[in-house]
């Protein structure tokens, strides 16, 4: 079982930044795939981003270039870096693990969070 933590989450105006973390209980060199996903109440849950142990990254159409994926292997951490907030990006974020960016892009994974609420207003 790996066990990931979300923290970051809160309000912030249209246009504003905030930054997720991830932390993770098993050391991030043991886990194949990490991401985000956001689900809002009454929809489905949503591919965000994704990174994999060689450093690659995939972003879903309606965040890229406005999100940035980063890791810290020493602190066994996910960051998820959001500048240009619009309103479309309120949703709870979750992380998540899975076998590879690929199979978390269609949605697939082993372990999630405990979601971390983002609200952005207007």
């Known amino acids: 079982q790996v066990q990931l933590v979300e923290s970051g989450g809160g309000l912030v105006q249209a246009g504003g930044s905030l930054r997720l973390s991830c932390a993770a209980s098993?050391?991030?060199?043991?886990?194949?795939?990490m991401g985000w996903y956001r689900q809002t109440p009454g929809k489905e849950r949503e591919f965000v981003a994704a990174?994999?142990?060689?450093?690659?990254?995939y972003y879903a159409d309606s965040v890229k270039g406005r999100f940035t994926l980063s890791r810290d292997t020493a602190k066994n951490a996910l960051y998820l870096q959001m500048n240009s907030l619009k309103p479309e990006d309120t949703a709870m974020y979750y992380c998540?693990?899975?076998?590879?960016?690929?199979?978390?892009?269609?949605?697939?994974?082993?372990?999630w969070g405990q979601g971390t609420q983002v609200t952005v207003s207007s």
């Open positions: 998540a693990a899975g076998e590879s960016i690929w199979t978390m892009r269609s949605g697939s994974y082993d372990y």
């Open positions: 098993r050391n991030m060199f043991s886990l194949i795939a």
């Open positions: 990174i994999n142990f060689g450093g690659i990254t």
